[in-house]
């Protein structure tokens, strides 16, 4: 059992390390370019390499906190799922900031979660009634590209390539939104400590959670 844990833990470290760094270099070119400079792939790389501490940090207390839910969750009872999915929430709001507010404020890991809880309360209260819909558009995405996508190519041809052909669009789709949704945590970073939001709406920024 422990060392199914080790695994996970591993494994779990080693994704998380390598979305932040990438999520992190995203950030920065999107605040780069709400912040009237001119973005490129190179200055996000180099940014993320200049922060490595900070996105190995948030690696392991990403994983961490993986761990302690799945194990939770593995108890397999009903008050286990909605004790998991209730901490998976509160965990989601206080953790919401933390990469812009290790990149940009010079905190450590758990001055940053702290400081990410508090940016939340401070701008949105208690009004988290919804997020933003971002879980419903992968949705409607898959069910209006990589589906079809999939369906045509196994009439064409046979259901091993439909699957492959529906996994492959549904991968891009998920690299697409994925990235999106970090621009638009980016945007609501910059609208949370009151700076420039670019081309973002505010008054959309404003109602994300209600």
Same mark, same amino acid.
């Given at each position: ?59 392991? &207390?990403?994983? =961490? ?5 799945? !194990? +939770?969750?593995?108890? #397999?009872?009903?008050?286990?799922? %909605? ?79 439909? &699957?492959?052909? =529906? ?5 891009? !789709? +998920?690299?697409?939104? #994925?990235?999106?949704?970090?621009? %638009? ?26």
């Amino acid at each position: 059992m422990l060392y199914l844990i080790f695994l996970f833990f591993i494994y779990y470290l080693i994704n998380y390390a390598a979305i932040i760094f990438f999520n992190l270099a995203l950030v920065h070119c999107t605040l780069e370019y709400i912040n009237g400079a001119k973005p490129s792939l190179r200055k996000g790389i180099a940014f993320s390499l200049s922060r490595i501490g900070a996105v190995l940090s948030w690696a392991l &207390i990403s994983a =961490t906190v993986a761990i302690i839910l799945k !194990i +939770i969750e593995e108890k #397999s009872e009903r008050i286990s799922d %909605f004790i998991t999915d209730l901490l998976g929430a509160i965990w989601s709001m206080l953790a919401f900031f933390v990469l812009p507010v290790m990149a940009y404020e010079n905190l450590n890991v758990f001055q940053a979660i702290k400081r990410s809880g508090s940016l939340f309360k401070k701008t949105w209260g208690e009004r988290v009634g919804a997020s933003f819909a971002f879980g419903f558009i992968y949705i409607i995405f898959f069910l209006l590209i990589a589906l079809p996508a999939g369906v045509y190519v196994y009439n064409k041809s046979n259901i091993f390539s439909g &699957i492959i052909v =529906t996994l492959s669009v549904l991968s891009v !789709i +998920i690299c697409f939104l #994925s990235s999106a949704e970090t621009v %638009f945590k980016a945007g609501l970073y910059q609208y949370a400590i009151g700076a420039p939001v670019g081309d973002f709406s505010k008054e959309k920024l404003s109602n994300s959670f209600v």
